[in-house]
């Protein structure tokens, strides 16, 4: 049976003055349901792309050159505008990293849950502005009936990123992709939308595809992280191993960059952060050989002559390095 969602060897390019620009190369993944997956890597990195990939919301500069996205057996890429629109929200649904710039900010909130319900549902509007509340409780608001009819200005940015999850939810999607979610919140607000997250998933049965920076998010969101670097997904296994013994060294970076790194919270020993030296690569001048290698203290001299193989050091892990061939 085909897992929810399989993404096969997709590559993204963005063709911008004369030049094709890489956001993905060749990413392969698979999301089954019920499971929450998480999309690590630095800013650049192509997770924002891959979600939009997936949901056929690209900008017009940027197209999907090579690869496959199929939810359920079906494939999405050159679906025709109509069917995408039948497949987002009711089967696929997204949640971005800024609520202020995903709400209408002249429309009340309530209206814009009620209208994804619209779009999929042959409802009354009285019976969607009921199904719109409905949603608006399921995401913790006390009073949902008044903040139906508030605007975004009047609501926090926790408030509205809660809006915006009832939006994303309201006609029961199988799929959610979160693209940085809390990274625009206070760390207090933060944990309370990753707590909401972590129930709505179980009591709804929800698959996540969760893309952050933050390794503490996905430490306590995921059953599976998958590193990504420079458009290519680099590691994969669960948070205990990725976190606690990563395989590749931009993985290792990222654990010794973070403040509050996996095996410093276990052993309750805090540390100053080590940044990764230099900086990614132009993704205009694809380099011959690994991405990361002008980065990596543990380079040798294949390294720089060709891209490295993926292997499988085992159940369920993933990496691409020399140093696992």
Known sequence: MPGLLEVADLAVAYDTGGARVWATRDVSLTVESGETVGLLGESGCGKSTLLLAVLGLLPPAGRVVRGSVRLRGRELVGLPPSELR???????????????????????????????????????????????????????????????????????????????????????????????????????????ILALLASLQARLGLAVLVASHDLGALAALAGRVLVMYAGTLVEAGTPAEVFGAPLHPYTRGLSGAYPRAWAAVREGAPRRPVPIPGAAPDHAQWPAGCAFEPRCAERRPACAERPPGETLPGPGRRVRCFLHE
């Open 86 to 192: 039948r497949v987002r929200g009711a089967e696929i649904a997204i949640v971005f990293q800024d609520p202020a710039l995903a709400l209408n900010p002249v429309r009340r909130v309530g209206a814009q849950v009620a209208e994804v319900i619209r779009a999929h549902r042959a409802l009354s509007g009285r019976r969607c502005r009921a199904d719109a509340v409905a949603a608006l409780g399921e995401v913790g608001f006390a009073e949902p009936d008044r903040i139906y009819d508030a605007f975004p200005h009047e609501l926090s940015g926790g408030q509205r990123q809660r809006v915006v999850l009832a939006q994303a939810l309201a006609c029961r999607p199988a799929l959610l992709l979160a693209d940085e979610p809390t990274a625009s919140l206070d760390s207090t607000t933060q944990a309370e």
